[in-house]
């Protein structure tokens, strides 16, 4: 059942051995909706991102291969190493479109027990598979016997609306015992959605549950938080979620924490800006049909910490051109 695991400390100096696939880094992205897409990889990678997901892809949606698919699976060869995730709730398909993605090449496939969105929670998918354990388990069963090669992890919730972790632990068993290679757990009920405080305890309870590696997440967006994260529920590497939105800075600066070195200093705005630039680039290079909608989001992630974003939302939200965004970028005070 169990493969070869070996897990380390979280900083670079380690190692996250899952499977054939070894990560030198503890430090892990995500995947989020309409978010995580080849612009913000590759401009994260620049600054240091070891590892991403792209967004969730439903496995019916990639069997009969729709347009928004293809868009969520484009990629490029410096976009490595890179997982998938997939959300579904029928085990066949979810087996089929595991194949495929091992397949495609990707690095990581990984189950999405956690969506709250009622698009998703509706018909069976996501978080809602937290309170059918034995239709998940179903899943990692059909999964684990068609992906081999990859390392295969299931993404959870803490529980549906139980509070407890409870619900997460028999998942993370099930998961274990259906030979998964490790599971993430964000601290957060299904009910919670994205509000409140993660839940360090709960992931704690599913670490000391099962002997796979447990990745924990919620509310990580520096170095002090991705610490607490790791001394309070003992997980063995660390995902950021929003925590990357426009700060491609933060993997490094945790990185550079949790191996014994000093605080890095904080991006100037000159560098915020260049980033940012380079971000408007990439969008208009990778997505240009959707770039002026995505830069209008993406540029408030940047300058969200800054006195001057109330204003400069307002003015983007109105631009109409990708010139007149570059150019609200670069006056921006
Ligand atoms: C806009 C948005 C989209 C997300 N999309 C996904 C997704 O596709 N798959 C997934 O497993 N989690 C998704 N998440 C959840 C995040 O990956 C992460 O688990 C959650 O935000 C908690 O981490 P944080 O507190 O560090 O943000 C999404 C979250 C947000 C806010």
Redesign the pocket.
């Known amino acids: 059942m169990s493969q070869e695991i070996s897990v380390c400390d979280i900083g670079s100096n380690h190692m996250l051995k899952l499977k054939n696939f070894e990560l030198k880094s503890g430090i892990l992205q995500?995947?989020?909706?309409?978010?995580?897409d080849l612009p913000f990889r590759l401009v994260a990678r620049e600054k240091g991102m070891k590892f991403a997901?792209l967004?969730?892809i439903s496995a019916e949606a990639l069997l009969y291969d729709t347009r928004t698919t293809r868009e969520i699976l484009k990629t490029v060869p410096e976009d490595r190493p890179l997982g998938a995730?997939l959300?579904g709730c029928n085990p066949d398909k979810m087996a089929e479109a595991g194949a495929m993605l091992e397949g495609m090449g990707f690095d990581w496939i990984?189950i999405?027990l956690?969506?709250p969105v009622p698009k998703v929670t509706g018909k069976g998918g996501g978080s809602s598979l937290l309170k059918e354990p034995e239709v998940a388990r179903e899943i990692f069963q059909k999964m684990a016997a068609t992906v081999k090669k990859v390392p295969l992890t299931v993404?959870m919730r803490k529980g549906y609306s139980d509070e407890s972790g409870e619900e997460a632990v028999l998942i993370a068993k099930y998961a274990e015992d259906a030979g998964l290679d490790a599971v993430?757990v964000?601290g957060?009920t299904r009910e919670q959605g994205?509000s409140g405080k993660?839940d360090y305890e709960a992931i704690r309870k599913v670490k000391e549950a099962v002997s796979i590696p447990v990745i924990g997440?919620?509310?990580?967006?520096d170095a002090e938080s991705a610490e607490r994260l790791r001394s309070m529920s003992g997980c063995d590497a660390v995902?950021?979620?929003?925590?990357g939105l426009g700060n491609p800075w933060i993997y490094r600066e945790i990185e550079q924490v949790m191996n014994g070195g000093d605080q890095l200093p904080a991006p100037s705005l000159d560098e915020i800006k260049r980033t940012l630039l380079r971000h408007l680039e990439l969008e208009i290079k990778y997505e240009e049909r959707t770039a002026l909608f995505q830069m209008r989001r993406v540029a408030c992630w940047y300058f969200r910490q800054r006195p001057g974003v109330s204003d400069f939302r307002e003015k983007i939200n109105h631009s109409q051109s990708l010139d007149e965004v570059r150019h609200l970028i670069q006056n921006f005070e």
Do not use: L
């Open positions: 995500s995947p989020m909706a309409n978010c995580t997901f967004e969730m995730q959300v990984d999405n956690g969506c993404k993430t964000h957060r994205y993660a997440n919620g509310d990580v967006v995902m950021i979620g929003r925590g």
